[in-house]
């Protein structure tokens, strides 16, 4: 079974759409990312929400939402894509929030956006 | 502001080379650091390492934290093709992960 799972893995779509990225995990974790790596394979911080609520978020346009319907989903939503919007977004979740030392990330495949 | 550093961005060598890898980092609160693998998907979890000079190691793989002078090494002997990857390293402070920009290993034949 996938621990951290993330649809779909790959998504081309024109500028100006509004698009959708899922996640989900079976870990039984508290506390969900989102991640964006850009070409340069730098990892970034976008959202982190830990039961539900949102306790991250990181300079990010309004376009993104990230919404967690329960503390096993947190899915992406982006208004009006962009061309800098390409990248690779990865999902993450982990038991607590980085808060204990006792704490390891676990992450989904990514989903590689590509927006024409 | 919080921040995870490594060097180098990039590296070449042979197989059979011996490499180290560094991470420094400043971050207020800090809790744990992780060094993860990326090979073409996910980062996938290596190490954690939370107290000074105690080394982790796992086969060909070890790293060790120096929480005075802020900073970790990753050290790969008898590198193979397969260690072929970014290796990542992310700073655990109260809330949150921070990740440096990573260092892309390329082991040649």
């Known amino acids: 079974d996938t621990a951290v799972s993330q649809t779909p893995k790959y998504l081309v779509t024109q500028m100006g759409n509004d698009k959708s990225i899922k996640c989900e995990q079976n870990l039984g974790h508290d506390t969900m990312y989102w991640y964006k790596q850009d070409s340069k394979k730098f990892l970034k911080i976008m959202f982190s929400?830990?039961?539900?609520?949102?306790?991250i978020n990181e300079t990010v346009p309004n376009r993104f939402s990230p919404k967690s319907p329960d503390k096993a989903h947190l899915n992406l939503h982006i208004n009006s894509l962009e061309l800098g919007d390409s990248a690779v977004y990865f999902c993450?979740?982990?038991?607590?929030?980085?808060?204990?030392?006792?704490?390891?990330?676990?992450f989904g495949a990514g989903t590689r956006l590509s927006v024409l | 502001e919080d921040k995870v550093v490594q060097s180098p961005l990039s590296l070449v060598v042979h197989e059979g080379d011996t490499v180290t890898l560094n991470c420094s980092y400043e971050v207020t609160n800090f809790r744990s650091l992780l060094w993860y693998k990326q090979e073409k998907k996910a980062p996938t979890f290596l190490f954690m390492l939370t107290s000074s000079g105690i080394e982790k190691k796992s086969g060909r793989l070890s790293s060790i934290l120096d929480k005075k002078e802020l900073f970790s090494i990753l050290n790969i002997t008898a590198t193979q093709t397969g260690d072929s990857a970014i290796y990542l390293c992310a700073v655990a402070t109260g809330n949150q992960f921070y990740f440096g920009t990573g260092t892309s290993l390329t082991v040649i034949p």
């Open positions: 929400y830990n039961n539900k609520e949102l306790i």
């Open positions: 993450a979740s982990s038991q607590d929030p980085g808060g204990l030392a006792k704490n390891i990330q676990y």
